[in-house]
């Protein structure tokens, strides 16, 4: 069991960036896919981000919707630490100085 301070904060915002990062990568994939599409035939390579979904996982395994998960959290997890800690030290300074009075 943690406590209120700086460790509970820390490690609630890691878990908080790596499920963020488990959450949002597939869609990042499917998003860069469609960006950098190639035309074929005059014909867009993918009809939607369904098709490209499908199309990934098809060809490429379903764990390829999470390749590049450790750089994505490597960036996610320091900013969500920061964050989050420096929202609950302002929260936790507010309690303090403002309504204490």
């Not at 490429?60 to 030290?89: C, D």
């Not at 300074?93 to 204490?100: A, E, P």
Request: glycine letters at 8%.
């Amino acid at each position: 069991y943690f406590g209120d301070d700086i460790l509970c904060h820390f490690c609630a915002s890691m878990i908080s960036g790596l499920v963020t990062t488990a959450a949002s990568m597939p869609v990042d994939i499917v998003k860069t896919r469609i960006q950098n599409m190639r035309m074929i035939d005059g014909k867009p390579e993918y009809k939607n981000g369904l098709d490209v979904l499908m199309r990934v996982v098809g060809k490429e395994g379903f764990f390829s919707l999470w390749k590049g998960f450790t750089p994505y959290y490597a960036r996610l997890g320091p900013h969500t630490v920061l964050t989050f800690i420096f929202l609950e030290q302002m929260n936790r300074l507010y309690k303090i100085y403002v309504l204490d009075r």
